[in-house]
């Protein structure tokens, strides 16, 4: 049983170095290569855990080996941009001045179907107001307006609003959080005043209490049942 649980151990912790290694925007958005390396380590890692009769150093240097292939591309991929381009591959251009491109689309393997569904989750269902449509190397679409189409921004008329800045967190979960407290130059008197003001008498009935750089307070009380 010992075994066992020291040799998932092992492993379950090595495979989170290699994922930790590859960088944190990987995690979320694989690239081919890393896509590649994620399979090959869960195989890797599976048959050790399974299979007692297998020495652990034999699942064990092939993920090393792994993370070590992985770095090295990474490196070479950073130095080098024709490197980079084969590894990776290169975005594509779907749409250009609200015209599909439909040389790029099948050289993708991009449907209209899947075109229609990015654009419908961003908000968009008339291809003609796309001034680009970028299929990005980890398969996300990137999508440009028209200038004509884009919100107006502040800056375009001719206001300075305040930058409210990072939001705080004094109250997270009915746990405060007293050196955020300090932080933003608040003290407990500050903080009773916030309680009374919500009608809470508790820190522990709070959900959140979060104030940003300009004072803005974010409170949410704890629900029933909590």
Known sequence: MFIALFRTVVLYLLIILGIRLMGKRQVGELE???LVF????????????QDFGIPLTRGVIPIITLLCVTL??????MRSIKFRAFIC??????????????????????????????LRVRGYSDISKVKYAILETNGQLTVLLNAEEQPVTAAQMGLTPKEPGLPAVIISD?????????????????????LAHNHVRRVKDVFILSVDEQGTVFFAKKEKGK
Request: aromatic content about 2%.
């Open 38 to 49: 994620t399979l090959l380590i869960a195989d890797l890692a599976a048959v050790p855990m």
């Open 89 to 118: 591959g290169r975005p594509s251009i779907v749409v250009r001045d609200g015209k599909l491109c439909q040389q790029e689309m099948a050289k993708n393997r991009f449907t209209l179907d899947e075109l229609s569904e990015e």
């Open 174 to 194: 009915g746990r405060l959080l007293e050196d955020n407290l300090k932080k933003r130059g608040l003290d407990d008197k500050w903080l009773e005043k916030q």
């Open 32 to 34: 081919p290569s890393e």
């Open 72 to 77: 090295l591309l990474s490196l070479l991929t």
